[in-house]
């Protein structure tokens, strides 16, 4: 069992910039993917940004957050942390970490994952 502690996220002006940290309580193996999904209001979840780790894969990434979000994991921690940049309003959202526990074939796919996190709330105002 993982458990998922998410840090970080608040108001912010758009333009602005934002760090999500996520710190899991057991073990991540080679293979397994984290990533952030978010949900807003009258939205599906969806994908942020995901890696798959151990295995060299670029990170993926939705294409609305592409050149302006940043996943990374730091492999001596486990922790997984989102840098956002140049923040929009449409970014408004529930930010989840989330791990999937076993091999993940399909990164973007929420239903990969079997571990999330609480969630919290990134708030971006025009």
């Known amino acids: 069992q993982v458990q998922l502690v998410e840090s970080g996220g608040g108001s912010v002006q758009a333009g602005g910039s934002l760090r999500l940290s996520c710190a899991p309580s057991?073990?991540?193996?080679?293979?397994?993917?984290m990533g952030w999904f978010r949900r807003a209001p009258g939205n599906e979840r969806e994908g942020v940004g995901v890696?798959?780790?151990?295995?060299?894969?670029?990170?993926y990434y939705a294409d609305s957050v592409k050149g302006r979000f940043t996943v990374s994991h730091d492999n001596a921690k486990d922790t997984l942390t989102l840098q956002m940049a140049s923040l929009k309003p449409e970014d408004t959202a529930i930010y989840y970490c989330?791990?999937?526990?076993?091999?993940?074939?399909?990164?973007?796919?929420?239903?990969?994952?079997?571990?999330w996190g609480q969630g919290t709330q990134v708030t971006v105002s025009s």
């Open positions: 890696i798959r780790i151990g295995h060299g894969d670029s990170p």
């Open positions: 989330a791990a999937s526990g076993r091999y993940c074939r399909t990164p973007m796919d929420s239903s990969a994952y079997n571990y």
């Open positions: 057991g073990s991540i193996y080679a293979g397994t993917c």
